[in-house]
């Protein structure tokens, strides 16, 4: 079988993506044990095959992110097909988006997933002509955090589960969420930020402030992602707290202010447990 | 008898083309050159491979005039450091209904040179962050140029005066003077490649050479530029009205620093040495006052 970059088209869930890179890789633990009287060695697999699936891809359509946030927190598998092969047990790891004023964004997601993956026929190439969302376009609210313009932003949505297995099953029977966080960094130039918006700590110290006030208080921003038609292509929010600002400059730049938002994401049950 | 039939074509006449920066005519241009391209990425997908291109990068355009100095000021130094718009206006028949603009533009080269038997040069580069090429801003000069005829002032070299501490022995036969500007846009998220703030990076050089042929200089001892003043010197160029006319033009770099020296000799030639100065400053309105 001849395969190629034109074979391998990225589905998850149903939703199709244009990526610029993906990758797939799977182990299995093995055993070896022997025993008096034996001459050599046995093996047997002790654990069920894992594996996991990294994809860098162009931002096209809102479908592509709302897909992937579809996933936050949640514990039921998708299913993940690269060309050929299909992996029926996925579960989201992590979902980041960088971008600055003068390129293409692009999403990087990462799987896991669990037992090895199958192989079918070969896809046939197919067309398509994209516009994907650009950091020209692309722009959001800060205002929360006293901020009017950006110099990029990095997002990122992290989450861990338990994957049990029992007896007699090939396929896993049980998955716990374990915790999710999204982060969302922005760099800005310090004439554009309220500097008081950025304080790690309110008028009350730690203490919780009221909405809307600087400090420690609940903060919203978010990003628009647009292509350079002006059309939209996706959002990405997080609604936190500050956790982290940094000040920085090089030599005859200005001083730059970077500052990260972070969110606890609490499980989706959907009361399927 | 033969009768040809077909479009006429017609060419612009370098008498009927006519440079602008920031509303003023620029006298004595010899060529203007002005260029832009878009930097497009290819964009490849797994399952199927080209789905595109997209600009990525910063979008510029690049101006370069060499002029020679035929007045006695220079509208471009005023500029240094400053937001600029230009064009170069053309069209067929005289007409000016043509140009090629830019705004959002600001030097980023300066020079000046002049070797014997030649006419003074003023050279300089723009780059352009806003619009560049067609346009129909208001500014511009289409359909609104009228032939404007000057009697130029012409720097020649026999009637400069350079103030240097081997001039007056050492027969200097060209000098070059050229100031590049680091530019540092600011671009922004969601602004469309449009900077929203401009930093010059500093220090800001001035480089001077003069070319001379040699009868008594010695060039200096590399080893003794460690700790020695002998390695800075006041340079002054002065650029005179052919025939020992007043000064049109004129460039003092005081404390110049001595940071190359060359010599050269062959059979048949003249025994010649090169030296090469910087100045340096650390803001442009203090590198006008100094030097122009």
Redesign the interface.
């Known amino acids: 079988m001849s395969l190629f970059?034109?074979?391998?088209?990225?589905t998850i869930d149903g939703q199709?993506y244009?990526?610029?890179?993906?990758d797939l890789s799977e182990s299995i633990s093995i055993e070896t044990f022997s025993a008096l009287g034996t001459k050599g060695s046995y093996a047997f697999p002790s654990n069920k095959p894992e594996g996991s699936m990294n994809m860098t891809?162009?931002l096209s359509s809102e479908a592509e992110i709302s897909n992937i946030e579809d996933q936050y927190g949640k514990t039921g598998f998708v299913n993940l097909k690269?060309?050929p092969f299909e992996m029926d047990f996925g579960l989201l790891n992590s979902f980041s988006v960088q971008?600055?004023?003068?390129?293409?964004i692009k999403g990087s997601v990462s799987y896991n997933y669990y037992g090895q993956m199958s192989s079918g026929s070969t896809?046939t190439?197919?067309?398509?002509?994209?516009?994907?969302a650009?950091?020209?376009?692309?722009?959001?609210d800060f205002s929360d955090i006293g901020v009017s313009?950006?110099?990029?932003?990095d997002y990122s949505f992290s989450q861990s589960h338990e994957v049990q297995y029992g007896l007699g099953d090939n396929a896993p029977s049980k998955v716990v969420f374990n915790e999710a966080s999204k982060e969302l960094s922005i760099s800005a130039?310090v004439s554009?930020v309220d500097f008081s918006q950025t304080d790690l700590t309110g008028v009350n110290a730690l203490c919780d402030g009221e909405p809307g006030d600087a400090g420690f208080t609940k903060k919203n921003i978010s990003v628009t992602l647009n292509n350079?038609c002006q059309e939209n292509v996706g959002s990405l929010s997080v609604s936190g707290y500050l956790s982290e600002r940094s000040i920085g400059v090089e030599?005859?730049?200005?001083v730059v202010e970077t500052v990260k938002v972070i969110e606890k994401f609490v499980r989706d049950a959907n009361c399927d447990e | 008898m033969y009768i040809i039939l077909g479009m006429a074509f017609q060419r612009n006449f370098y008498g009927d083309q006519y440079v602008f920066i920031h509303g003023t005519e620029i006298k004595g241009v010899q060529s203007f050159d002005g260029s832009w391209s878009i930097p497009r990425s290819n964009m490849l997908a797994a399952g199927y491979e080209y789905v595109g291109s997209e600009i990525e990068g910063v979008l510029e355009g690049d101006i370069s005039i060499s002029r020679l100095i035929v007045e006695s000021s220079d509208p471009i130094v005023g500029h240094l450091g400053s937001e600029i718009n230009g064009e170069l206006v053309y069209g067929p028949n005289q007409s000016t209904s043509k140009s090629f603009w830019f705004d959002q533009g600001f030097v980023n080269s300066y020079s000046s040179s002049c070797s014997v038997g030649e006419v003074a040069t003023s050279d300089f580069g723009i780059t352009a962050y806003g619009s560049v090429g067609a346009t129909h801003s208001n500014n511009s000069k289409k359909n609104n140029v009228s032939y404007n005829a000057i009697t130029p002032k012409v720097a020649t070299a026999n009637s400069m005066t350079l103030t240097t501490s081997f001039g007056s022995t050492n027969a200097i036969q060209s000098y070059d003077l050229s100031l590049s500007l680091d530019l540092k846009p600011v671009y922004k998220m969601g602004n469309m490649f449009i900077p929203s703030k401009f930093e010059i990076a500093t220090p800001i050089v001035i480089s001077t050479s003069f070319e001379i042929l040699t009868s008594d200089y010695e060039i200096e001892n590399l080893y003794h530029s460690v700790c020695s003043t002998n390695f800075v010197e006041n340079l002054a160029i002065s650029l005179n009205e052919k025939c020992n006319g007043p000064e049109i033009r004129s460039f003092t770099l005081n404390n110049a620093d001595l940071i190359g020296s060359s010599i050269s000799a062959g059979i048949g030639d003249n025994l010649s040495i090169s030296l090469e100065f910087e100045n340096k400053f650390d803001d442009i309105s203090t590198l006008v006052s100094a030097v122009f």
């Open positions: 970059f034109k074979n391998l088209k990225a199709d244009y990526a610029e890179s993906v891809f162009y690269v060309g971008a600055d004023a003068n390129s293409i896809p190439k197919g067309t398509a002509e994209i516009v994907p650009h950091g020209a376009a692309s722009s959001g313009g950006i110099l990029n932003f130039i554009d350079l030599p005859g730049g200005e």
